[in-house]
């Protein structure tokens, strides 16, 4: 069976032959990772739009490019492993932010972040509280060190819950607490005095505050570092800087949480080309501006759209919106056939009828619209 048409098999409890699934592991759902690439390659004479996994919709500076390309000119590099530990990146990252490299680690993509947070720091059993809905990679991670997880859900999912959120903490006191800013795919997003308060309300808690989306809201909560030691903050370079191919994320945290993930971490993780592509891409702030403002004006346009045709549509401060539709998995469907690849939604607990839009520059936007208009058309003749 070719690699590229392999099946994730059914959880089962043990092997054929005897070999036990760890305890922690058998009653994980994988995560299920839907793509749109088999489709998309079937399909070569179709200019696509991928927007079901919020990638970048414009490759990466063309400086990450040039980086890359003239890294890879000294044909031994790639026989060697990558600068340990990403001290190269970290110098770079430290002088950008202005926070000490002792408190930063990079790691292969922000999801390994996440991962070894959950290895550093949970034990079975022990409660780990969620703002949901929100990104399903990390409950993977979490219940795979076999803790309890504990949904919050708002009483309106679009809205701010901090009061609720502040309620659970102080109840259940869990070992850690995730919280997505802004959220994946609500769009929520805390103020930092908001998400000050979640931290002040349980100590012992860890606190992880996911900010895969911060360069489109130009939002962060990275000063409360200096305020709180229970804060862990995860950034990307998948989203906004548009290398989610490579593979390269970090996060932030006290000099002593950092010392402890690094018990776990594999210090040779992050490949070389990665670590070069990070490094150009941060010294081109010019090029992640300029997308970002695409991004913006791209969704003043959706909501004029979707709102003059009377369409529910939610703006977000990421680079993703969500609209309801009575009839969401036929409209997903019919854009597939149209070549614009969006995330179905609806079958989310609290979100019925929605679908998540990754949004791109105006020139695609506009085309996206016009492509959903003959599918919307298409619908109603159904």
């Not at 048409?5 to 009653?27: C, M």
């Not at 299920?32 to 079901?52: C, F, G, T």
């Not at 009061?163 to 109840?171: C, I, R, S, T, Y």
């Not at 949004?359 to 492509?371: A, K, N």
């Amino acid at each position: 069976m070719s690699p590229t048409h392999l099946k994730v098999a059914e959880v089962s409890a043990s092997h054929p032959d005897g070999i036990q699934v760890a305890r922690a592991v058998r009653e994980v759902e994988p995560y299920k990772a839907v793509s749109s690439l088999d489709e998309i390659h079937q399909r070569p004479a179709q200019l696509p739009h991928k927007l079901d996994w919020n990638e970048a919709t414009v490759p990466p500076s063309p400086k990450v490019i040039e980086a890359i390309s003239a890294f890879l000119g000294n044909m031994h590099h790639l026989n060697w492993y990558p600068v340990l530990n990403s001290t190269n990146l970290i110098e770079r990252l430290s002088a950008f932010y202005g926070v000490p490299g002792d408190r930063l680690l990079i790691t292969n993509g922000s999801d390994d972040a996440l991962d070894t947070v959950c290895k550093t720091y949970l034990d079975p059993g022990d409660p780990v509280l969620v703002a949901s809905p929100t990104y399903q990679h990390f409950l993977v991670f979490a219940q795979a060190r076999g803790a309890e997880i504990v949904h919050h859900y708002a009483p309106d999912p679009f809205t701010k819950d901090v009061a609720g959120l502040k309620a659970a903490l102080e109840q259940i006191q869990p070992r850690v607490f995730y919280l997505v800013n802004p959220n994946n795919p609500t769009g929520v997003l805390y103020d930092a005095d908001e998400v000050a308060t979640l931290l002040a309300a349980a100590p012992k808690t860890l606190v992880i505050v996911d900010e895969a989306y911060s360069e489109f809201a130009g939002r962060t909560a990275l000063h409360l570092l200096e305020t709180y030691s229970n804060l862990v903050v995860t950034r990307t370079f998948s989203k906004a800087y548009a290398m989610a191919g490579l593979r390269i994320g970090y996060c932030f945290g006290h000099e002593q949480t950092i010392q402890d993930l690094r018990r776990v971490f594999n210090p040779k993780s992050v490949n070389v080309l990665a670590q070069i592509g990070a490094m150009a891409a941060l010294a081109d702030q010019d090029y992640l501006k300029a997308y970002v403002a695409e991004v913006d004006a791209s969704k003043r346009i959706m909501a004029q759209w979707f709102e003059s045709r009377g369409f529910t549509f939610r703006w977000t401060p990421a680079n993703y919106v969500m609209v309801r539709f009575d009839r969401a998995p036929w409209v997903v469907r019919l854009l597939r056939e149209a070549g614009v690849y969006v995330r179905d939604r609806s079958q989310i607990s609290h979100l019925p009828g929605y679908v998540r839009f990754s949004v791109g520059t105006v020139e695609q936007t506009l085309d996206v619209l016009r492509r959903l208009e003959i599918a919307l058309e298409r619908l109603r003749e159904m």
